[in-house]
């Protein structure tokens, strides 16, 4: 069921949404070659604590996940796409890393996604997160009133494939509100003019996520959460919690 959001709620999701924005900025200053994972995920949960914020992250068991999922944070690492658990992997110079965090305050959800790199980047790197940037920022402007969920699915896919790059097809974005995950679902490639209409009040988390070998399969690693690419090729992955409103597209997730 696709549940529309108040305006007073839109405004109470922008408060759990400037959290994950301002725990991904400082997550991101913390990284650099030699930190933990873990210790990533330590930052994200001081910027938790310090604002009164809870994780929907922590704990989430949905149907796939042989265990709770144990932070904060989903940091993955070169060849893994989404979903990695932090661990003690020491980042090293050149690691493209993908960081997702999630909040909630007052019982509503934020959800956001950035990629970079650590240390000197390679210039292939560049391109994927540029390209991936690019097209979360297409998705957020197909994202208006009177569109429809496939015109922001066919920005994004269309952009990742003109580069040449591999979409995984079953993950993408979803609605959000007072759970991470709500209807409707929001993939990162279709067809324009299909699938739901787009209302104000409507809010959706938009995250493409792009394979750089062009294939589209993955795996999932032994700890069951993991997904890494099949061919063994770097993966970014961007994401904005984003209200569609009758000014346009209003993204939440910013610091
Ligand atoms: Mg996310
Ligand atoms: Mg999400």
């Given at each position: 069921m696709v549940e529309i959001k108040t305006d007073a709620a839109l405004d109470a999701m922008r408060a759990a949404g400037r959290v994950v924005g301002t725990a991904l900025e400082a997550v991101r200053a913390a990284?650099?070659?030699?930190?933990?994972l873990v210790d990533l995920d330590e930052v994200a949960r001081t910027v938790l604590r310090e604002t009164g914020a809870t994780s929907p992250f922590l704990g989430y068991r949905p149907d796939f996940a042989p265990t709770p999922f144990p932070a904060v944070l989903c940091v993955s690492v070169n060849d893994a796409i989404v979903h990695g658990i932090p661990s003690t992997y020491a980042l090293r110079d050149g690691d493209l890393v993908s960081v997702d965090c999630g909040a909630i305050v007052d019982g509503w959800a934020g959800d956001a996604a950035v990629s970079f790199t650590v240390g000197t980047p390679r210039p292939e790197d560049v391109r994927l997160m540029d390209t991936t940037r690019q097209a979360l920022e297409a998705g957020i402007a197909a994202a208006v009133v009177g569109a429809r969920i496939g015109d922001i699915a066919h920005a994004i896919g269309s952009i990742g494939r003109a580069a040449g790059y591999g979409i995984a097809a079953d993950f993408g974005g979803h609605g959000i509100g007072r759970h991470m995950h709500e209807d409707p679902a929001v993939p990162n490639e279709g067809r324009p003019g299909r699938g739901l209409v787009l209302r104000h009040g409507l809010v959706i988390a938009i995250e493409p996520m792009f394979l750089a070998?062009?294939?589209?399969d993955y795996y999932p690693a032994a700890d069951g959460w993991t997904l890494r690419t099949m061919d063994g090729s770097r993966a970014a992955h961007f994401e904005h919690t984003v209200a569609i409103t009758n000014d346009g597209p209003r993204v939440l997730t910013l610091p």
């Amino acid at each position: 069921m696709v549940e529309i959001k108040t305006d007073a709620a839109l405004d109470a999701m922008r408060a759990a949404g400037r959290v994950v924005g301002t725990a991904l900025e400082a997550v991101r200053a913390a990284a650099a070659p030699g930190v933990r994972l873990v210790d990533l995920d330590e930052v994200a949960r001081t910027v938790l604590r310090e604002t009164g914020a809870t994780s929907p992250f922590l704990g989430y068991r949905p149907d796939f996940a042989p265990t709770p999922f144990p932070a904060v944070l989903c940091v993955s690492v070169n060849d893994a796409i989404v979903h990695g658990i932090p661990s003690t992997y020491a980042l090293r110079d050149g690691d493209l890393v993908s960081v997702d965090c999630g909040a909630i305050v007052d019982g509503w959800a934020g959800d956001a996604a950035v990629s970079f790199t650590v240390g000197t980047p390679r210039p292939e790197d560049v391109r994927l997160m540029d390209t991936t940037r690019q097209a979360l920022e297409a998705g957020i402007a197909a994202a208006v009133v009177g569109a429809r969920i496939g015109d922001i699915a066919h920005a994004i896919g269309s952009i990742g494939r003109a580069a040449g790059y591999g979409i995984a097809a079953d993950f993408g974005g979803h609605g959000i509100g007072r759970h991470m995950h709500e209807d409707p679902a929001v993939p990162n490639e279709g067809r324009p003019g299909r699938g739901l209409v787009l209302r104000h009040g409507l809010v959706i988390a938009i995250e493409p996520m792009f394979l750089a070998g062009g294939g589209d399969d993955y795996y999932p690693a032994a700890d069951g959460w993991t997904l890494r690419t099949m061919d063994g090729s770097r993966a970014a992955h961007f994401e904005h919690t984003v209200a569609i409103t009758n000014d346009g597209p209003r993204v939440l997730t910013l610091p």
